[in-house]
């Protein structure tokens, strides 16, 4: 049976990306049947990634079946990924995040969890020399993702190994890192086609403080104005999003990629004192300003209290 490879739903560029390098590694290099799926319509920048390196989409499923072997990869979550995943079969995890737990697997798997800040840096490790097999569409991907999980290189989950294999990739592919970043960051940062629903989920985690549960949304951008232009809409979309989402509030943070600071809304109360309380923050309007705070891993979701 053919092992399915996937991310966690709503796909960044991570999520789109590393499946399609796992998948290319265990067809060509292990002799396995392997194909790279997503969970959900890929971002803006990731659809950049797929048509900038002649790659195609992965098809979209919702679920997977009983006894379905498959690759977890870019998450350990069971709420980012589909519902029946512990009828799956598992047969390995390679991620860059926290351990959570909840996930079941029928036997023994591989397990690779590493503190850097791309999925895309641990599979370099891991293929090493047979890389040198893999087509430019798979090294690009795996730039690719490195730069938008680096936030090229600001983001403070960035490590050396992150900062090191870019550069070797981006020599091997004759690339500009700068130049290639800018066109990513500036697809990512197009958002006038999407709905404010779609804008609030597009990257989002489920996260509980207490007995508050949250969606912490993230929008990286370029343009902030853009999306902070949106402001009042997106504020009277939250409550709607969170009943349907079964959470209590979603936070927006709108991080400001060239700037290196995020803007938080604030509509009620709750987001007020969650504001103040977790980053120490003054909030007197409906929307504050962190300055530094880029990375939702190691700077929000640590510190959100409530």
Same mark, same amino acid.
């Given at each position: ?33 392997? +194909? ?20 195609? %989409?992965?098809?979209?499923?919702? &679920?997977?079946? !009983? $006894? ?20 799956? $079969? ?9 351990? #959570? ?8 798997? &591989? ?20 890389? !040198? ?5 798979? %090294? ?31 020599? &091997? ?14 697809? +990512? ?15 989002? %985690? ?22 902070? !232009?949106?402001? &009042? ?13 079964? #959470? ?20 009620? !109360?709750? #987001? ?35």
């Amino acid at each position: 049976m053919t092992t399915l490879v996937f991310g966690h739903k709503s796909p960044d560029t991570d999520s789109t990306g590393s499946p399609i390098i796992w998948a290319w590694y265990l067809n060509q290099i292990k002799g396995e049947d392997a +194909k790279p799926i997503l969970l959900g319509e890929p971002n803006t920048e990731a659809a950049f990634m797929l048509d900038h390196w002649k790659l195609d %989409k992965p098809e979209i499923i919702s &679920d997977v079946s !009983a $006894d379905q072997p498959v690759v977890v990869v870019d998450t350990n979550n069971p709420a980012e990924l589909p519902s029946q995943i512990n009828s799956a $079969d598992i047969r390995a995890i390679i991620d860059h995040h926290k351990l #959570v737990g909840g996930l079941e697997t029928k036997g023994p798997i &591989d397990i690779r969890i590493e503190p850097v800040a791309c999925t895309a840096t641990i599979m370099w490790k891991m293929i090493g020399n047979d890389l !040198a097999q893999a087509p430019t569409g798979i %090294k690009g991907a795996m730039l690719s993702c490195i730069l938008s999980d680096t936030l090229e290189f600001r983001s403070p989950t960035t490590t050396q190994e992150d900062t090191a294999i870019a550069h070797s990739l981006a020599e &091997d592919l004759g690339v500009s890192i700068p130049d290639y970043a800018a066109r990513m960051f500036a697809a +990512k940062s197009d958002v006038s086609a999407f709905s404010d629903a779609e804008l609030l989920r597009m990257d989002s %985690k489920e996260y509980t403080v207490g007995d508050t549960k949250f969606r912490v949304s993230v929008l990286e951008t370029t343009a902030p104005a853009t999306v902070l !232009a949106r402001k &009042d809409s997106l504020m009277s979309t939250m409550q709607d999003v969170a009943s349907e989402d079964g #959470v209590d509030q979603v936070l927006l943070f709108v991080v400001d990629i060239l700037n290196e600071e995020a803007t938080l809304l604030v509509p009620n !109360a709750l #987001v007020k004192t969650t504001a103040e309380k977790s980053f120490g923050a003054t909030v007197s309007d409906d929307t504050v300003v962190l300055p530094g705070v880029v990375s939702r891993k190691k700077q929000i979701i640590p510190n959100l209290a409530v």
